[in-house]
């Protein structure tokens, strides 16, 4: 179990910043390694609980995954349609690995996916669009059971909401099925994209991708490749928003201003100061922040809804009036208990969250609720005066390889506890 963080704010931030590779991309890259009758390496993976949990569900269905230096490597035809019930229960994304069990195997079975509580994530969507290319699930309790008796066919499915995960369980299902798919209202984040071109650097035939309207010719047999995924803009977006709430100047290289450009520009309309290079930007804050008035998530590319807690840490330093709505889950916000403990004026009404200046930011102890919250409260504590302890720390673990060093080697005071109850005596680790 993973030891709580002691971090020390009031200090900022200074030094660059690597970019790792997007977590969004490489859970869904894991699961189309399925689809392949050759080996698949993924290049510069970060090591995140996320991704060994899905390493650990490339291993239940009978492949070989491992890491290798900084890569991981996937082999092997999978020989069990059926998913460990442990990693499959405790991350959303495991619901991905089923569309291509079902295409090798003509059966998946799985428990239904878990993740972050903040709100209903349903799979109806997903679902609805395989029943469409020949899927017949069964739904028994938290089991979940799909076969497709008269094989798998190309479908015309309109989504009636841009989701990520569904159109990423919809290209994998149509690239090895008979015939061609057009999936409308399809998700336009650069992380579709990223799967796609996986998809037809292995052989796949997949147009459209980040576009509204998707089509995949599919074809009988895809081959491995060597891949290197995406950055992280959500990662890229938080050391943002911490430099942007401690003060400083952080240089996050490797990561083009794009990709998370609605980030930026409402740091810019806070009085940060922003350099834009094609695959680097560089934040400054030495003065005030200000109020960015009302905001709000959406499809890409608008904000991303994984950026609103982070930007809503910011807002607690800002000297006006803001307020962030997050149109895509009702409980976004499940860390301003965490801000209010600290001692800022915040609220939350229905799905938006609203912070007004005149709170003194004093450290405390803090739990972390979601993987996004969890971020956003180390944020906050850079920000506050005196010392914070977070719990709860495997949330953030999930999505964040090596946070606190990299924060430690911008001049944040951050320690990490040994868990108790370890073999080892409780010790910290800090940089002076």
Same mark, same amino acid.
């Given at each position: 179990?993973?030891?709580?963080?002691?971090?020390?704010?009031?200090?900022?931030?200074?030094?660059?910043?690597?970019?790792p590779?997007?977590?969004?991309?490489?859970?869904?890259?894991?699961?189309?390694?399925?689809?392949?009758?050759?080996?698949?390496?993924? %290049?510069?993976?970060p090591?995140?609980?996320d991704?060994?949990?899905?390493?650990?569900?490339? +291993?239940?269905?009978? %492949?070989?995954?491992?890491?290798?230096?900084?890569?991981?490597?996937?082999?092997?035809? @999978?020989?069990? =349609? /059926?998913?460990?019930?442990?990693?499959a229960?405790r991350?959303?994304?495991?619901?991905?690995?089923?569309? @291509?069990?079902?295409?090798?195997?003509?059966?998946?079975?799985t428990?239904? @996916?878990?993740?972050?509580?903040?709100?209903?994530r349903?799979?109806? *969507?997903?679902?609805?669009?395989?029943v469409?290319?020949?899927? %017949?699930?069964?739904?028994?309790?938290?089991?979940?059971?799909?076969t497709?008796?008269?094989?798998?066919?190309?479908?015309?499915?309109?989504?009636r909401?841009?989701s990520?995960?569904?159109?990423e369980?919809?290209? *994998?299902?149509?690239?090895?099925?008979?015939?061609?798919?057009?999936?409308r209202?399809?998700a +336009?984040?650069?992380?579709?994209e990223?799967l796609?071109?996986?998809?037809?650097? %292995?052989?796949?035939?997949?147009?459209?991708?980040?576009?509204?309207?998707?089509?995949?010719?599919?074809?009988?047999?895809?081959?491995?490749?060597?891949?290197a995924?995406?950055?992280?803009?959500?990662?890229?977006?938080?050391?943002?928003?911490?430099c942007?709430?401690?003060?400083?100047?952080?240089e996050?290289?490797?990561?083009?201003?794009?990709l998370?450009?609605?980030?930026?520009?409402?740091?810019?309309?806070?009085?940060?100061?922003?350099?834009?290079r094609?695959?680097?930007a560089?934040?400054?804050?030495?003065?005030?922040?200000?109020?960015?008035g009302?905001v709000?998530?959406?499809?890409?590319?608008?904000?991303?809804?994984?950026a609103?807690? !982070?930007?809503a840490?910011?807002?607690?330093?800002?000297e006006?009036? #803001?307020?962030?709505?997050?149109?895509?889950?009702?409980?976004?916000?499940?860390?301003?208990?965490?801000?209010?403990?600290?001692?800022s +004026?915040?609220?939350?009404? =229905?799905?938006?969250?609203?912070a007004e200046?005149?709170?003194?930011?004093? #450290? /405390?102890?803090?739990?972390?609720?979601?993987?996004?919250?969890?971020?956003?409260?180390?944020?906050?504590? !850079?920000?506050?005066?005196?010392?914070?302890?977070?719990?709860?720390?495997e949330?953030?673990? +999930?999505?964040?390889?090596?946070?606190?060093?990299k924060?430690?080697?911008?001049?944040g005071?951050?320690?990490r506890e040994?868990?108790?109850?370890?073999?080892?005596?409780?010790?910290?680790?800090?940089?002076?």
């Amino acid at each position: 179990m993973a030891g709580d963080y002691i971090i020390t704010g009031g200090r900022p931030l200074n030094g660059t910043v690597r970019v790792p590779a997007a977590k969004n991309s490489v859970l869904p890259l894991l699961a189309a390694s399925l689809l392949c009758s050759g080996p698949v390496r993924l %290049c510069g993976v970060p090591e995140l609980a996320d991704v060994a949990e899905s390493l650990a569900l490339l +291993r239940s269905a009978g %492949c070989t995954a491992e890491r290798q230096g900084a890569d991981v490597r996937v082999d092997g035809v @999978p020989g069990s =349609g /059926t998913l460990a019930a442990g990693p499959a229960g405790r991350m959303r994304a495991s619901i991905l690995f089923c569309a @291509p069990l079902l295409a090798r195997l003509g059966r998946a079975q799985t428990v239904l @996916p878990g993740g972050c509580r903040i709100g209903a994530r349903p799979i109806d *969507l997903h679902l609805a669009g395989l029943v469409q290319m020949g899927a %017949c699930p069964q739904l028994e309790g938290e089991r979940l059971l799909l076969t497709a008796p008269a094989g798998r066919h190309g479908a015309d499915i309109t989504l009636r909401f841009p989701s990520v995960g569904a159109t990423e369980t919809l290209l *994998l299902a149509a690239a090895l099925a008979q015939g061609e798919t057009t999936l409308r209202g399809a998700a +336009r984040e650069p992380e579709i994209e990223d799967l796609a071109a996986f998809l037809n650097r %292995c052989g796949g035939r997949v147009q459209g991708a980040g576009t509204g309207t998707v089509r995949v010719q599919g074809v009988r047999r895809l081959h491995g490749c060597s891949f290197a995924p995406l950055p992280d803009r959500v990662t890229a977006a938080t050391f943002a928003c911490a430099c942007a709430a401690a003060g400083g100047r952080v240089e996050l290289a490797g990561c083009a201003p794009r990709l998370y450009a609605p980030v930026l520009e409402i740091l810019e309309q806070m009085g940060c100061g922003v350099v834009r290079r094609s695959d680097a930007a560089v934040i400054t804050r030495f003065g005030r922040l200000y109020g960015p008035g009302r905001v709000f998530t959406g499809a890409y590319p608008a904000l991303a809804t994984d950026a609103a807690p !982070l930007l809503a840490a910011v807002l607690l330093c800002a000297e006006g009036p #803001g307020s962030i709505e997050d149109v895509i889950f009702e409980r976004r916000f499940g860390c301003a208990a965490g801000f209010a403990a600290l001692g800022s +004026r915040v609220r939350v009404e =229905g799905r938006t969250l609203y912070a007004e200046p005149g709170g003194t930011l004093q #450290g /405390t102890v803090l739990e972390a609720p979601d993987l996004r919250g969890g971020a956003a409260l180390m944020i906050a504590a !850079l920000a506050a005066q005196g010392s914070s302890r977070i719990t709860h720390t495997e949330f953030i673990d +999930r999505g964040y390889a090596d946070f606190a060093q990299k924060l430690t080697a911008l001049g944040g005071q951050i320690a990490r506890e040994t868990p108790r109850g370890a073999d080892c005596p409780k010790k910290r680790t800090s940089k002076t």
